[in-house]
C-alpha cells in the first residue's frame, strides 16, 4: 500500500512550529500503592466467581451486557467474560478485572468467601437495603478493578445483575479507557506551540507523525509500531453553517477526506453506523465501520467525530482510522478516541 512506501518520507517531516522540548501530559489514574504488586493479564478480560446456579441465571445477562461487540471488520468483543473457579482465588489476586456475585442466604463457596471478607458493616448494609454494588480498585494489585454485586437473597441478586447490566459495563468500560489513557500518556506529547496555527490544540503523542495536510484545514498523522496496528489520527474543519452538520454533512466529509487524502479509501452504507455522540464538551454525531480500499485490496476499521463550533462558525470532523490485517483492532481505536477526546478549540 502507499501508505507503507511513503512512511519512510513521512518521517523526516516536522510539522510547522513543533518544539523540540519533551512536553509531558499525565493522564487521570490512581495512585500507586508500592506495597502491592501490578495487576497482569489480558485487559480485555474479565474473570467472574459465581456458585453454580447463580451463575446458570446469571451468567446470560453477563455476557450480553460486558461482551458487546465493536462493529470492526471482525466484530470485535470489547471484554471477555471467563467463570473463574473460587478455590483457586489466590492465582487471581493479581488479575485486572474480577468480578464477584453473592447473597447472604448461601453457603456456597463464592458467597462464603465474599461474606467473610465484605465484613460486617456491607452485610448489614445488604440486609437493609435488599442489594448492594461495591466498586472497589486496587485491592490485592495495582491498577486492579474488582465489582461485588451482593443480594441478601439470590433472587435480588439476580434483579441486580440484570438492572444494573449497563451499570457494570460502564465501569469496566471507564477502566479500560484509563488504562489506555495511561499507556498512551507515558510518552511525550508535542506541546502546544507545534499547532499554533491551528485553531485548535489537543495532547498528541510523539510516536505519531505527520501524514499528511492540506491549506491548514485538514492535518493527519499516523502511528506504526512493529506487530500494531497502523493508527491514523486526522483533524479536518471548514467554515460553514450551523444549518448544515448533521449525519449527511459527516457521511459525506468523511467519505471526501478518506478518498482524497487515504489514497481512495471508501465505505459502504451497509458497513457504517451513525449514533449521536459526547467527545468531551463537544455534542455531535459519531461515525464508525469497515473502510474498503480496492486500489489496493485491503481494509480496516474507522471512526469518526464531527460537531459544529459557534464561536468560529465552522464544523468540525475529527478522523480516526486502524489497519491491522493482522489481528484485533478495538484497542487501537480506543487510544485514537481517547487522544479525540482531549481535543479542545482555543478561545
Same mark, same amino acid.
Given at each position: 500500500?502507499?501508505?507503507?512506501?511513503?512512511?519512510?518520507?513521512?518521517?523526516?517531516?516536522?510539522?510547522?512550529?513543533?518544539?523540540?522540548?519533551?512536553?509531558?501530559?499525565?493522564?487521570?489514574?490512581?495512585?500507586?500503592?508500592?506495597?502491592?504488586?501490578?495487576?497482569?493479564?489480558?485487559?480485555?478480560? !474479565?474473570?467472574?466467581?459465581?456458585?453454580?446456579?447463580?451463575?446458570?441465571?446469571?451468567?446470560?445477562?453477563?455476557?450480553?451486557?460486558?461482551?458487546?461487540?465493536?462493529? $470492526?471488520?471482525?466484530?470485535?468483543?470489547?471484554?471477555?467474560?471467563?467463570?473463574?473457579?473460587?478455590?483457586?482465588?489466590?492465582?487471581? #489476586?493479581?488479575?485486572?478485572?474480577? !468480578?464477584?456475585?453473592?447473597?447472604?442466604?448461601?453457603?456456597?463457596?463464592?458467597?462464603? #468467601?465474599?461474606?467473610?471478607?465484605?465484613?460486617?458493616?456491607?452485610?448489614?448494609?445488604? $440486609?437493609? /437495603?435488599?442489594?448492594?454494588?461495591?466498586?472497589?480498585?486496587?485491592?490485592?494489585?495495582?491498577?486492579?478493578?474488582?465489582?461485588?454485586?451482593?443480594?441478601? /437473597?439470590?433472587?435480588?441478586?439476580?434483579?441486580? /445483575?440484570?438492572?444494573?447490566?449497563?451499570?457494570?459495563?460502564? &465501569?469496566?468500560?471507564?477502566?479500560?479507557?484509563?488504562? !489506555?489513557?495511561?499507556?498512551?500518556?507515558?510518552?511525550? %506529547?508535542?506541546?502546544?506551540?507545534?499547532?499554533?496555527?491551528?485553531?485548535?490544540?489537543?495532547?498528541?503523542?510523539?510516536? #505519531?507523525?505527520?501524514?499528511?495536510?492540506?491549506?491548514?484545514?485538514? !492535518?493527519?498523522?499516523?502511528?506504526? &509500531?512493529?506487530?500494531?496496528?497502523?493508527?491514523?489520527?486526522?483533524?479536518?474543519?471548514?467554515?460553514?453553517?450551523?444549518?448544515?452538520?448533521?449525519?449527511?454533512?459527516?457521511?459525506?466529509?468523511?467519505?471526501?477526506?478518506?478518498?482524497?487524502?487515504?489514497?481512495?479509501?471508501?465505505? =459502504?452504507?451497509?458497513?457504517?453506523?451513525?449514533?449521536?455522540?459526547? &467527545?468531551?464538551?463537544?455534542?455531535?454525531?459519531?461515525?464508525?465501520?469497515?473502510?474498503?480500499? =480496492?486500489?489496493?485490496?485491503?481494509?480496516?476499521?474507522?471512526?469518526?467525530?464531527?460537531?459544529?463550533?459557534?464561536?468560529?462558525?465552522?464544523?468540525?470532523?475529527?478522523?480516526?482510522?486502524?489497519?491491522?490485517?493482522?489481528?484485533?483492532?478495538?484497542?487501537?481505536?480506543?487510544? &485514537?478516541? %481517547?487522544?479525540?477526546?482531549?481535543?479542545?478549540?482555543?478561545?
Amino acid at each position: 500500500m502507499i501508505r507503507k512506501i511513503l512512511i519512510l518520507f513521512f518521517l523526516l517531516v516536522i510539522i510547522t512550529g513543533c518544539s523540540s522540548r519533551e512536553d509531558r501530559y499525565k493522564a487521570s489514574g490512581k495512585k500507586i500503592d508500592p506495597g502491592k504488586p501490578m495487576s497482569w493479564g489480558h485487559q480485555q478480560t !474479565i474473570y467472574v466467581f459465581a456458585d453454580d446456579n447463580v451463575w446458570k441465571y446469571a451468567e446470560k445477562p453477563i455476557r450480553q451486557s460486558l461482551e458487546r461487540f465493536i462493529f $470492526t471488520t471482525e466484530n470485535e468483543k470489547i471484554f471477555e467474560i471467563k467463570r473463574a473457579p473460587i478455590h483457586s482465588i489466590e492465582q487471581f #489476586y493479581k488479575f485486572n478485572n474480577l !468480578i464477584f456475585l453473592s447473597h447472604l442466604e448461601s453457603d456456597e463457596p463464592v458467597s462464603s #468467601y465474599v461474606k467473610e471478607i465484605m465484613g460486617s458493616q456491607i452485610m448489614q448494609e445488604i $440486609t437493609a /437495603n435488599s442489594v448492594g454494588m461495591y466498586p472497589q480498585e486496587n485491592i490485592w494489585a495495582n491498577d486492579q478493578f474488582v465489582l461485588f454485586l451482593l443480594g441478601d /437473597n439470590e433472587r435480588n441478586l439476580l434483579k441486580l /445483575n440484570i438492572l444494573q447490566a449497563n451499570e457494570t459495563y460502564k &465501569l469496566f468500560k471507564d477502566k479500560l479507557y484509563e488504562r !489506555i489513557s495511561g499507556q498512551i500518556y507515558k510518552s511525550p %506529547v508535542y506541546s502546544d506551540k507545534s499547532f499554533v496555527n491551528y485553531p485548535w490544540e489537543l495532547k498528541l503523542p510523539k510516536n #505519531y507523525i505527520l501524514y499528511k495536510k492540506d491549506k491548514n484545514n485538514f !492535518i493527519s498523522f499516523i502511528a506504526r &509500531l512493529r506487530n500494531s496496528p497502523d493508527r491514523y489520527f486526522s483533524v479536518y474543519f471548514e467554515k460553514i453553517e450551523k444549518s448544515e452538520v448533521g449525519k449527511e454533512w459527516l457521511k459525506k466529509a468523511r467519505a471526501e477526506i478518506a478518498w482524497k487524502y487515504y489514497d481512495e479509501d471508501e465505505f =459502504k452504507e451497509e458497513d457504517i453506523r451513525i449514533e449521536k455522540f459526547l &467527545l468531551g464538551e463537544y455534542k455531535g454525531w459519531k461515525l464508525s465501520g469497515r473502510w474498503q480500499n =480496492k486500489k489496493y485490496a485491503v481494509g480496516g476499521s474507522f471512526q469518526s467525530f464531527a460537531f459544529y463550533d459557534e464561536n468560529t462558525k465552522s464544523a468540525y470532523l475529527i478522523d480516526n482510522s486502524v489497519y491491522f490485517p493482522e489481528g484485533l483492532k478495538i484497542a487501537a481505536l480506543i487510544e &485514537l478516541e %481517547v487522544i479525540s477526546r482531549t481535543f479542545k478549540i482555543k478561545n
